[in-house]
């Protein structure tokens, strides 16, 4: 059962468009939600997270929405550029839970020049 | 300081046979994971190490799973018996102390191929 769902394999944007990946998730004990960047050949790499308790977190150009009624949260990225081109993973976490994460499946994001 | 570093980078066995992968967590982290991908998947999570808790053992998929850690620092995930659908990345991380949402950092990953 997949906990945390990613329903969209790829995007493609243009560069200095904004970039939006979403992401659902069907635990409503979920309490925090993080978003990390892969490249290829390399581990994940943490970019931003929000806490449930909040419905928006921004860093740069990165922002994070959560939307707790509807277990919906997005990362937007604005302005898109190249070096952003990657796999996004949406995770989830519980407090008490040993900080585990349960991941999506990934988002492949390209962005062209 | 260093990251989070696993070896070997590949792995190719034959199925029946055990593996050991290593994984060397960023000095000081006291919590330590360990996640695996399947082809098309997302990261799943195996088993999790804080301090001298006992670990949380509850993603591993089977008995012929299990990992050690020594201390606070190196860390093994053996596979016994090993069978074609064990073929996946699997991954390391660690965090500072384990508390919840705390960042994790992850290593390159170990690329399994059981034949």
């Known amino acids: 059962d997949q906990q945390v769902k990613q329903n969209s394999p790829s995007l493609s944007v243009q560069e200095g468009r904004i970039s939006i990946l979403n992401c659902d998730y069907t635990?409503?004990?979920?309490?925090?939600f993080l978003w990390y960047k892969k490249y290829p050949a390399e581990g994940p790499t943490f970019l931003i997270s929000?806490?449930?308790?909040?419905d928006k977190n921004e860093d740069g150009r990165f922002t994070v929405f959560l939307n707790k009624s509807a277990k919906h949260l997005s990362l937007h990225i604005v302005p898109s550029q190249p070096g952003d081109s990657a796999v996004y993973f949406c995770?989830?976490?519980?407090?008490?839970?040993?900080?585990?994460?349960?991941f999506g499946t990934g988002t492949q994001l390209k962005v062209e020049l | 300081g260093a990251g989070v570093s696993q070896s070997p980078s590949n792995k190719v066995t034959e199925k029946g046979k055990d593996v050991e992968l290593r994984c060397d967590p960023i000095s000081g982290h006291t919590a330590l994971y360990w996640y695996r991908q399947r082809l098309g998947q997302g990261l799943e999570f195996l088993i999790y190490f804080q301090g001298n808790s006992a670990p949380d053992k509850s993603g591993l998929p089977s008995d012929r799973f299990s990992a050690e850690r020594t201390g606070e620092s190196v860390s093994t995930l053996t596979i016994q018996r090993t069978q074609q659908e064990d073929s996946a990345v699997y991954l390391c991380?660690?965090?500072?102390?384990?508390?919840?949402?705390?960042?994790?950092?992850f290593g390159p990953g170990t690329r399994l191929l059981v034949l």
């Open positions: 995770a989830a976490g519980l407090t008490g839970g040993g900080n585990k994460l349960t």
């Open positions: 929000i806490s449930s308790i909040k």
């Open positions: 991380a660690s965090s500072f102390s384990g508390a919840a949402s705390e960042t994790q950092y």
């Open positions: 635990n409503s004990m979920f309490d925090y």
